[in-house]
């Protein structure tokens, strides 16, 4: 059975915000082989919507860059002030957000953006 609205978050439930359809495909892949239940969504104004709606989504990763007239910062800052017990990781393979722009207890995750990356670490 499902969490109702306004319940404790389950941190075994995953929400993917990716634009880039094989990016968030990779992402929801990785958190299902690790056990995480996922969702996912291409901008952040869907995501706020189904947010609204699934109080059990526990973990939110959400790209820097999203479409739909709002950036993942804002995002994940949105989820903050409503959803306070929301775990956040931002992340992005262009842009390096500087620490004062990340909500309180957000994480950020650079993203490999070349396929050399992948193998020089």
Same mark, same amino acid.
């Not at 941190?11 to 993917?16: D, L, Q, S, Y």
């Not at 109080?55 to 990763?61: A, K």
């Not at 393979?93 to 992948?118: K, Q, Y």
């Given at each position: 059975m499902e969490n109702p609205k306004g319940s404790a978050p389950d941190?075994?439930?995953?929400?993917?915000v990716e634009d880039e359809p094989l990016v968030r495909m990779f992402a929801a892949e990785a958190l299902v082989n690790e056990g995480y239940r996922v969702f996912e969504t291409h901008d952040a104004r869907d995501a706020l919507a189904i947010l609204d709606h699934r109080?059990?989504?526990?973990?939110?990763?959400?790209d820097v860059e999203t479409p739909g007239g709002m950036d993942g910062l804002e995002l994940a800052g949105t989820i903050r002030e409503r959803w306070p017990e929301?775990? /956040?990781? /931002?992340? +992005?393979? *262009?842009? *390096? &957000?500087? &620490?004062?722009?990340? &909500?309180?207890?957000?994480?950020?995750?650079? *993203?490999?953006?070349?396929? +050399?990356?992948?193998?020089?670490?």
């Open positions: 941190h075994n439930i995953a929400f993917v109080r059990d989504i526990g973990v939110v990763l959400t929301t775990v /956040i990781l /931002i992340n +992005s393979g *262009r842009i *390096r &957000p500087e &620490p004062n722009t990340l &909500p309180i207890v957000a994480g950020f995750i650079a *993203r490999p953006h070349g396929i +050399s990356d992948w193998w020089t670490t």
